[in-house]
């Protein structure tokens, strides 16, 4: 086993069970707590000229005022670190000192942060240093941490991409699977904290949930769940019911904190796991009005196949259409406590989402991600490349896979 970590379960964790456990399991109270919580109850409202804080029993409202406008930075194109044939679909990275760890559906990459490839381990199958679904990663002190969705296992590496051992563990019914689009996994109290989706339901939302999974057994809980889409069945294929769904847009960062809202108001909250403190942020923000190439947008000049454009074309009908977009579609937690906020603004062209896959040309060219400190003060707005999907940041660089004009992904990064 060499340098593996000894993992020992939080307090009062149990054997997974069949349903969700919203209790919080890891919060202590004491007369510490209590006090704390008087005070905060007692304190006044704080106010500056662009944000007010208010302080009611164990949350923080911060309110952010149209007036704010931070520090803007644009950057146009982004830095290759790592090209590879042998980058296949990446779907997570982690970072650690100055090494990217990325799981890619089969294969571990070690990479670090100038451009350096270290090593690449694994491979297609269900031996012990192999990956069926290599879907979250994480690091714990000095180990790499795989989550495979497909082998509900977890496979442990050193930092050099050595293998050291596997194990299994039950998924978190009916969490099955981890977020494509989450955050890492992240360590916390002898486990790691990700987030997960049900399989897709067609008669009420499908669910999901942050999942809290110990490394020394079968114990598995689900600390927190969301209702995200109503998906609907079109015959030729799924697809949301709602073109703009409320839906749980979640980020999980260190040391049990994590992040959340629906993205259709500029609202989200930031707690932790083991703690009753909330602070809950809102940004005055203008929406932008849906146009009619959103609702309805000729699609006759996009290669596609016959069978799939009639399926899109169903979509197009049927799908209910909002009146004006969401303001924000991502959340991330960076290790110094920020929150990076993907915005929606007047920069969104007037094209259905839906297309985007098969038309890159409608997206836009540039992304706004706007920075909140863990005060919860509006601190910066960043512009970024739409190609690059940012996966890790830190207060002067993100990183992320870059796609390149020919469709290949890259593993890359922007310093501003």
């Known amino acids: 086993m060499g340098n593996v970590p000894e993992f020992v379960p939080p307090h009062g964790v149990q054997p997974m069970i069949s349903r969700p456990i919203f209790p919080r399991p890891f919060r202590r109270p004491g007369l510490l707590l209590w006090l704390a919580a008087i005070a905060l109850a007692c304190s006044p409202t704080e106010s500056q000229e662009w944000m007010t804080r208010e302080r009611r029993g164990d949350t923080t409202f911060v309110t952010v005022t149209r007036a704010a406008e931070p520090t803007a930075v644009r950057r ?12 296949e679909n990446p779907l997570s990275m982690a970072r650690a000192g100055n090494r990217l760890f990325i799981a890619d559906r089969v294969r571990l ?31 714990h002190h000095d180990t790499v941490i795989v989550i495979d969705s497909r082998l509900h296992r977890f496979s442990l590496h050193d930092r050099d991409g050595r293998f050291l051992d596997s194990r299994r563990t039950p998924p978190a019914t009916p969490f099955v699977n981890p977020m494509r689009d989450g955050d890492a996994l992240h360590p916390f109290e002898g486990g790691v904290l ?16 942050m999942v809290w999974r110990g490394l020394s057994g079968d114990t598995t809980q689900i600390l927190r769940e969301w209702d995200a889409v109503l998906w609907k069945d079109m015959e030729a294929l799924l697809a949301p019911a709602s073109l703009f769904p409320p839906r749980a847009i979640v980020a999980v960062g260190r040391e049990g904190r994590y992040a959340h809202g629906d993205g259709l108001e500029y609202c989200f909250s930031v707690e932790k796991a083991d703690a009753p403190q909330v602070i809950r942020i809102c940004r005055a923000w203008q929406r932008v009005a849906v146009g009619p190439h959103t609702r309805n947008p000729p699609i006759g000049d996009i290669e596609m196949e016959p069978n799939f454009r009639q399926a899109i074309e169903q979509v197009l009908r049927e799908q209910e259409v909002e009146g004006e977009w969401p303001s924000y579609d991502r959340l991330l937690l960076a290790p110094d406590g920020a929150v990076w906020v993907r915005t929606i603004g007047p920069e969104q062209p007037d094209a259905n989402p839906l297309l985007y896959s098969q038309a890159p040309h409608l997206r836009p060219t540039h992304r706004v991600w706007e920075v909140f400190d863990a005060s919860g003060a509006l601190r910066s707005s960043v512009m ?11 207060e002067h660089v993100a990183f992320g896979f870059g796609e390149l004009d020919t469709g290949e992904k890259v593993i890359a990064r922007v310093a501003f």
């Open 76 to 87: 146009d194109s982004f830095e290759i670190l790592w090209q590879s044939d042998s980058l």
């Open 109 to 139: 990459h070690v990479v670090s942060v100038t451009g350096t490839h270290i090593a690449t381990a694994g491979g297609d199958g269900e031996g012990p240093a192999e990956f069926r679904n290599a879907m979250a990663i994480g690091v």
């Open 194 to 209: 990700y987030l997960a989706i049900e399989n897709v339901h067609t008669d009420r939302p499908t669910r999901s949930a």
């Open 384 to 394: 970024l490349p739409t190609t690059l999907d940012v996966r890790v940041v830190a």
